[in-house]
């Protein structure tokens, strides 16, 4: 990991020199059935599609391929769940068998190669289980974050129009046992399109009732076929075919189903294995996110099975399951190489054990590296995290819609400088500008919004699920040859990217333009802030004005108000009087999705006395009835 010797650039220039030549080696890292007639087709899809005419199988891939190499007996997946007290692994050889035979009871439901179907779970081994199973027939899986709202799955069934459901009696959020199985029937009662069957895994925390005819029981239909032998084996699908939809976070009306395919898939993430987390076959990467978000979908099931590594799925939280120690005791207990999380959850831990004091109880020498996405990483969680682990702390900006990152430090071809507040280079396949409101691009350290030259990479988004209107529209019109990120940021001289902020949340203050992720970069440096959001709230004279939102550290004894005027200090120092930095207010806690991403949107909406209503995605929706009380007390809000 030394900062002399990278590879990056060479790297880089390879790809730019010749894309098809750099995807198409890379692509010899996995098995297909038939060879692509070729690597981009530029003529075809929304911008081009990636290795047209091949056929492959993605469940093939990930698993019977390193049975077939002797891999076997190696760990595939371990499940730790402190939440039932649970620890449990699953050898190459055992978790191929398992997908193997819910393959074969898919089929048995009516599943054919092409259908859809939707997986309703918790984070337990099942879960990645039901996604490969798709996969190996050829199935689309679209997974819906468990414990989701009735009239939100009700949406994502109808658009996807699933044949079968595959689903657990319920699922553990901390202390609290939430039943799926009541959410799944009015989310069926409410949908135009109706599955035909529907697949329970029962868990003893509160066993689901069942619709005879509708509802099968996951034990007693596998433990009948292994009886019998039955397993279904992997279809060869073309490369350009589905393999899952994922619907964004906070949709709301016709939900927006961010669609992927196989075969670029495999060799996006399959290259990032190795050049981009520096990850060996055989080690273990922990990926400590959901299956119900993107990161899930990528890194905890199919990234580190596509390179024969060990994946680790956790069913419990950065803190209070027991204590703030969690993530140390799981890197340290299971030998992680890397770990791979949001910005949140060291905010989180930070919070609760700001001093580290639970760090020095475990060994983790086992650890090389940290990865953070989801949320902008605020230099002060990152200095943070560097002091108590003592290993390089990794910000990568990615979406949903790329599947894997668009900018990254890449550790596997030797670590290039950090600079606090940049995700760090554009990765190979992705050409950054920033644009202008006419689509130029703007000289080194000029703001505006960053487009990716098309066409996108593999393993990005060929389209929406059903949409191609829909998809042109919300990403490839706005700038003529580009995909618009909908971030706002800047590129310095040496070509490091700043994600500052999304468009919509860069706010106009009397005519100038000002990054709200600017201003929370600088309100975390105070030693007494765990975390922070900063909004544009509407003002009459000035157009908009910036609103602080503080949580403190566990133990801070300081007023509040001293510690609010000290956050407007610094921001005037740091930013300017420009800035109007006054509105600054404590409050216990700030609303986010379950994947950890700051509602700022309905925050503003809050602030700004419009109607809101809770995101279906709300970790917790009391917390915005908190902020709106916070509001109301500074005479803000309706």
Known sequence: MTTSASQYHEVYKSWLDDPEAFWGEAAKDVSWYKPWDSVLDAYSGQY????????CNTAYNCLDRHVEAGLGDQPALIFDSPVTDTVKTFTYSELTDEVATLAAALVDLGVKTGDRVVIYMPMIPQAVMAMLACARIGAV????????AASELATRIDDAKPVAIVSASCGIEGSK???????????IELSQSKPSACLILQRPMAEASMIAGRDYDWLEVTTSLKERGRKAGPVAVKATDPLYILYTSGTTGQPKGVLRDNGGHMVALKW????LYDIKPGEVFWVASDVGWVVGHSYICYAPLLHGATTLVYEGKPVGTPDAGAFWRVISQHKVASLFTA?????????????????GKYDMSCLRALFLAGERADPDTIKWAEAQLKVPVIDHWWQTETGWAIAGNPVGL??????????TVAMPGYELHVLDEAGKPVAAGESGTIGIKLPLPPGNLPTLWGNDERFRESYLSQFEGYYSTSDAGYLDEDGYVYVMARTDDVINVAGHRLSTGQMEEVVATHPDVAECAVIG?????????????LVLNAGVTKDEKEIEAEVVKLVRAEIGPVAAFKNVMVVPRLPKTRSGKILRATMRKIADGEDWTAPATIDDPAILDEIQGVLSSRGMGA
């Open 272 to 275: 990032t294995m190795k050049n």
């Open 141 to 148: 899986h679209s997974v819906v974050f468990g414990g989701f």
């Open 177 to 187: 046992v939430i039943p799926y199985k009541p959410l799944l029937d009015k989310a």
């Open 414 to 423: 030797g670590l290039l400088p950090i600079k606090y507040g940049s995700p």
């Open 48 to 55: 081009g599609r990636w290795f047209s005419g091949a056929e």
């Open 343 to 359: 910005p949140t959850a060291f905010r989180a831990i930070k919070k609760e054990d700001p001093d580290g004091s639970f760090v």
């Open 537 to 549: 709230v509407a003002d009459k004279l000035k157009g908009q004005l910036p609103a602080g939102f």
